[in-house]
């Protein structure tokens, strides 16, 4: 692990002390930028994504993929569950046994709701939009740990993808009503009384302002007087929708932020809008998101200004960063380590590995630390450098190992399915859902059962899959699919010839985002030389 991390950290250092292109958004795109420009704001592109790229000016490129994103509509029906009614209310259960069996449902429907996105998230020709909503699902982190209720989770799901590069400021209001977030930070049951201070707290610190300390300046009598404001936020427990008391509403003056007033909570949210900590805060973590680890302050209060001026269009934002001389700079090319899902998604996508089940994905994305829908806490996932610890990376390599040897193994027809979980094999070494299956769901729980505890962690997950699903799950992994033939044919390469020299720099160029840091062995073939590539520490950058 101190190996890879130096690896890791070196390679970074070298490339921050390479000459960086001062060139912002270039008049022509070179493969290498329209790549760079695809994996920042997508997940892993494919070589055709690439080729259309290439060439455009940046600027208009920039454009046009924020427009394409912004019109962007999901590629699936949603979940079976969307449409069915609400369950009925716990109150009007009658046994606690009954109650267990409802939470075990609303959680199989999460599951149900992270396949359906992650599948979105593969599909999708405008993966900015997918992005986008992840950003703001971590921004605005909410957990069904908590909130329980699946439809809740899909309606602030709706939300987060409606508004991902729309208004930051309708965006806020719509969040602070959202029934699973007056849940998840205890708003609905606040009052006149006892005014709750979990989301007053948290809204300024983690959704608007950042800490008071740096930079947010406010006061804990802020916290109080917004609390106050918030009062009669609430919901209505049989489905779940948002409603207003007012006789919990705290009607007296309040003074925020140095504003005084009878102020609701649609008006404390305007205050803290008001304040240029705001606009400043939120770029920050955009920076973060697209540009490098640390954002340069100057450029942040620049774009700062835009967004605020622009009346918070978060479009405005991420074309501004887009255009910004850091994002193109070569120093900043592999600065970022990539998530669980851009590990997951982003290499099922630029290899084009062809899928019937979305399942075994997102269930490896949560094993690596990223579980969908379950973020650690109300901070989110920290990312960056938490994504990678001794068990992730090893699990990281395992991953793609996995994979490519399957192809490597390839039999007479077909090639070998991945073993995605620890072992499970029939006679014939294929994964497969049948009888056959020798204790499927220890098996499935040692593959997929490390990563994120608890309910709703995995192998809470498989428990409630039971038998039959894990069953599907196995038939998903069986059904995972890569032609190496017809990936490496566009650059010349066959599955079973060792690259020649141009080749192996084209595909360390196409596949790392920095030179790699380890040698490959000369005689390796088309597939093993993929395989090893992706087993370069390079490979965990972006």
């Known amino acids: 692990m101190k190996n890879v991390r130096v690896a890791i950290s070196c390679t970074v250092l070298a490339m921050s002390?390479?000459?960086?292109?001062?060139?912002?958004?270039?008049?022509?795109?070179?493969?290498?930028?329209a790549r760079h420009l695809l994996v920042r704001t997508g997940f892993a592109p494919s070589q055709n994504e690439v080729d259309a790229l290439t060439g455009q000016p940046g600027a208009t490129a920039v454009s046009a993929l924020i427009a394409a994103a912004q019109a962007s509509k999901p590629q699936h029906p949603p979940p079976d569950f969307v449409s069915q009614p609400p369950p009925v209310p716990y109150r009007l259960l009658a046994s606690k046994e009954e109650q267990q069996a409802q939470r075990q449902q609303q959680l199989r429907e999460g599951l149900a709701l992270k396949t359906w996105w992650v599948r979105e998230m593969i599909d999708s020709p405008t993966p900015l939009r997918e992005r986008m909503t992840l950003f703001w699902h971590n921004h605005f982190a909410t957990s069904q740990q908590k909130v329980t209720r699946s439809l809740?989770?899909?309606?602030?799901?709706?939300?987060?993808?409606?508004?991902?590069?729309?208004?930051?400021?309708?965006?806020?209001?719509?969040?602070?009503?959202?029934?699973?977030?007056?849940?998840y930070l205890d708003g609905?049951?606040?009052?006149?009384?006892?005014?709750?201070?979990?989301?007053a707290r948290e809204v300024m610190e983690l959704f608007t302002l950042g800490e008071a300390g740096q930079g947010g300046r406010y006061t804990e009598q802020?916290?109080?007087?917004?609390?106050?404001?918030?009062?009669?936020?609430?919901?209505?427990?049989?489905?779940?929708?948002?409603?207003?008391?007012?006789?919990?509403h705290d009607t007296g003056g309040k003074t925020l932020m140095g504003q005084s007033g009878n102020f609701d909570g649609d008006a404390a949210l305007d205050i803290l809008l008001e304040q240029p900590a705001a606009a400043r805060f939120i770029v920050s973590k955009l920076w973060k998101e697209f540009v490098s680890p640390v954002p340069d302050p100057a450029q942040v209060e620049r774009i700062a200004v835009i967004f605020r001026s622009s009346g918070y269009d978060i479009a405005s934002a991420v074309r501004a960063l887009l255009l910004t001389d850091a994002f193109w700079a070569e120093s900043n090319r592999g600065s970022l380590i990539k998530s669980p899902m851009d590990l997951v998604v982003g290499t099922v996508r630029q290899f084009g590995f062809s899928y019937t089940d979305a399942t075994p994905f997102a269930l490896k994305a949560a094993q690596l630390g990223q579980n969908l829908l379950l973020?650690?806490?109300?901070?989110?996932?920290?990312?960056?450098?938490?994504?990678?610890?001794?068990?992730?990376?090893?699990?990281r390599k395992r991953f793609t190992d996995q994979l490519f040897r399957a192809v490597e193994r390839r039999g007479e027809s077909r090639a070998a399915p991945p073993d995605m979980a620890g072992g499970v094999r029939t006679m014939d070494g294929a994964m497969a859902a049948s009888d056959e299956l020798r204790r499927p769901m220890a098996q499935m729980q040692a593959g997929f059962g490390g990563g994120a505890g608890g309910k709703g962690g995995n192998r809470q997950a498989l428990r409630l899959l039971g038998r039959e699903g894990v069953m599907r799950v196995a038939d998903g992994i069986a059904q995972i699919t890569f032609d190496p033939d017809a990936w490496l044919a566009p650059y010349g390469g066959y599955a079973d010839r060792e690259p020649g020299d141009a080749l192996k720099a084209r595909l360390a160029q196409t596949l790392l985002p920095v030179p790699p840091t380890q040698a490959i062995a000369r005689g390796t073939v088309g597939v093993a030389y993929l395989r090893a590539l992706t087993l370069d520490p390079a490979y965990q950058l972006k």
Do not use: C
């Open 152 to 183: 809740a989770m899909w309606q602030q799901h709706l939300l987060l993808r409606d508004q991902a590069l729309g208004n930051f400021r309708v965006l806020l209001h719509g969040v602070a009503k959202d029934p699973a977030m007056l849940v």
């Open 17 to 33: 002390l390479a000459s960086a292109s001062h060139a912002a958004a270039p008049s022509r795109l070179s493969e290498a930028e």
């Open 188 to 199: 609905a049951n606040s009052r006149k009384e006892a005014p709750n201070e979990n989301f």
């Open 222 to 248: 802020d916290v109080k007087e917004a609390a106050r404001a918030f009062t009669g936020w609430s919901i209505e427990r049989d489905d779940f929708s948002y409603r207003y008391r007012p006789d919990f």
């Open 375 to 395: 973020p650690p806490n109300v901070k989110g996932w920290p990312g960056q450098n938490d994504w990678v610890n001794a068990t992730t990376l090893l699990e």
